[in-house]
């Protein structure tokens, strides 16, 4: 009998093939990089609505300030205003209270003249030979000038001083 020989060679599966392998490699690279692509388009795109935000929020920022710098023009304006109100009304107020005191010493030594005569004349009085009930009278009315003299000096010595105090009763 005569041998045959067959000769046959076996090829492996596809996946075990070279070419395999380099298109798995291949496309394994590919989808690594579309990832990678993609994921720098999404931060990109995130960047440029990060930046857009950033600029309205400056913008918001900026007009806010314009607004708080008007705010504080007009504050400072009103404030200018008030303050001249009140230096223009102190000084009404002090020349009304210069006017007051004037008056109210001008008052008091009108005052002083009469109550000065009222006494005197008390005193003339006192020397007179009188009735006892008259005499009772003429005392009352010299206890009541004196109270008045008193209450004169007080105004005086208080408008001198420049003091507010009460004149003395």
Same mark, same amino acid.
């Given at each position: 009998?005569?041998?045959?020989?067959? $000769?046959?060679?076996?090829?492996?599966?596809?996946?075990?093939?070279?070419?395999?392998?380099?298109?798995?490699?291949?496309?394994?690279?590919?989808?690594?990089? $579309?990832? +990678?692509?993609?994921?720098?388009?999404?931060?990109?795109?995130?960047?440029?609505?990060?930046?857009?935000?950033?600029?309205?929020?400056? %913008?918001?920022? /900026?007009?806010?300030?314009?607004?708080?710098?008007? /705010?504080?023009?007009?504050?400072?304006? +009103?404030?200018?205003?008030?303050?001249?109100?009140?230096?223009?009304?102190? /000084?009404?107020?002090?020349?009304?209270?210069?006017? %007051?005191?004037?008056?109210?010493? +001008?008052?008091?030594?009108?005052?002083?003249?009469?109550?000065?005569?009222?006494?005197? %004349?008390?005193?003339?009085?006192?020397?007179?030979?009188?009735? /006892?009930?008259? !005499?009772?009278?003429? $005392?009352?009315?010299?206890?009541?000038?004196?109270? %008045?003299?008193?209450?004169? !000096?007080?105004?005086?010595?208080?408008?001198?001083?420049?003091?507010?105090?009460?004149?003395?009763?």
């Amino acid at each position: 009998a005569e041998e045959t020989t067959l $000769s046959f060679i076996i090829n492996p599966p596809f996946w075990r093939t070279t070419a395999f392998y380099d298109f798995a490699l291949a496309v394994v690279g590919f989808l690594v990089y $579309s990832i +990678i692509r993609a994921r720098e388009r999404k931060l990109i795109a995130d960047k440029h609505l990060l930046e857009a935000k950033v600029e309205e929020r400056t %913008l918001e920022i /900026q007009r806010k300030n314009e607004e708080i710098l008007s /705010q504080s023009e007009e504050i400072n304006s +009103i404030n200018e205003n008030l303050e001249k109100m009140v230096e223009q009304r102190t /000084q009404e107020l002090e020349h009304k209270n210069k006017a %007051l005191e004037e008056y109210a010493f +001008i008052t008091a030594h009108k005052l002083r003249s009469p109550v000065a005569t009222l006494l005197g %004349l008390i005193h003339l009085c006192e020397k007179l030979e009188l009735p /006892q009930d008259d !005499k009772v009278i003429i $005392s009352h009315i010299k206890d009541s000038t004196e109270k %008045l003299d008193e209450i004169v !000096k007080s105004i005086l010595r208080a408008i001198e001083k420049g003091d507010n105090a009460t004149p003395g009763r």
